[in-house]
């Protein structure tokens, strides 16, 4: 039985907080304030923002909590939560795959500044990629985001 200074809410959360962080390095990497627990626990419900942005830090989202708790109060066995989010991890449940991150291809379009100072444009045509690729977890939020060839010894 939880202590009866938490919420249901904290209590929820706690199941998300990655292994190798204090639940303050966790508020910390979300950037939220570290005063968001004692919050939680004596208020509970914080805001839609600051619960996204601890279980994107954490891997998971808001649809995933959302889907554990509704769960639990249903009855229904506790699935494992997201990547990086403690027991629930080794328990075999991971969040849904990204979205491939677009590759665009880029060609040499000529240099930048006086001759021969070696800084290079590249042409990045708005077009259709070239391929798609792994989207890292650090992008996971971003729409926006690609990949680009880099031609020439520009990098």
Known sequence: MAPPDESAIFRDLMRFKPDRLTPNAWAVRAGVSRTVWADMKRHGNPSRRTLEKLLAAAGSSLAEFEALRIGVESGAPLPAAASGVGEARRR???PAPLPPLPLLSSSLAGEW??????????????EEPIDHLPRPQSLAGDDSAYAVTIVDNSM
């Open 92 to 94: 075999g449940w991971v």
């Open 113 to 126: 500044g006086d001759t021969g100072d070696g800084i290079e444009l590249m042409l990045i045509p708005s």
